[in-house]
């Protein structure tokens, strides 16, 4: 049974840092790609970004440059480092894990951020 649990959201100011991260249990990291995902009130969820089985990472045009993806495969653990957070940022945050086999993604309970001005 596949369980991704997020953390590290909050609120901050503009302009400020925030780290999620998704630890996961009963998944095997690298074996396929993961990425986080964000939805904002009245939006349908997004893609911020991906890591692919190989390390291989891609990111949404709005949020190149500040935040950076990245995993830890001893701990089962994929991060989210966000920096120069704008208002727009403002969304719950999901981590996504694929299963390579049937191409079903799993899904955290999400956490939230909040920026404000």
């Known amino acids: 049974q596949v369980q991704l649990v997020e953390s590290g959201g909050g609120s901050v100011q503009a302009g400020g840092s925030l780290k999620l991260s998704c630890a996961a249990s009963?998944?095997?990291?690298?074996?396929?790609?993961m990425g986080w995902y964000r939805q904002a009130p009245g939006k349908e969820r997004e893609l911020v970004s991906s890591?692919?089985?190989?390390?291989?990472?891609s990111y949404a045009d709005s949020v190149k440059g500040r935040f950076t993806i990245s995993q830890d495969n001893a701990k089962n653990t994929l991060y989210l480092q966000m920096n120069s957070l704008k208002t727009e940022d403002t969304a719950v945050y999901y981590c996504?894990?694929?299963?390579?086999?049937?191409?079903?993604?799993?899904w955290g309970q999400g956490t939230q951020v909040t920026v404000s001005s």
């Open positions: 890591i692919s089985s190989d390390g291989t990472t």
């Open positions: 996504a894990a694929r299963d390579c086999t049937t191409g079903f993604n799993y």
């Open positions: 009963g998944y095997i990291f690298g074996s396929c790609g």
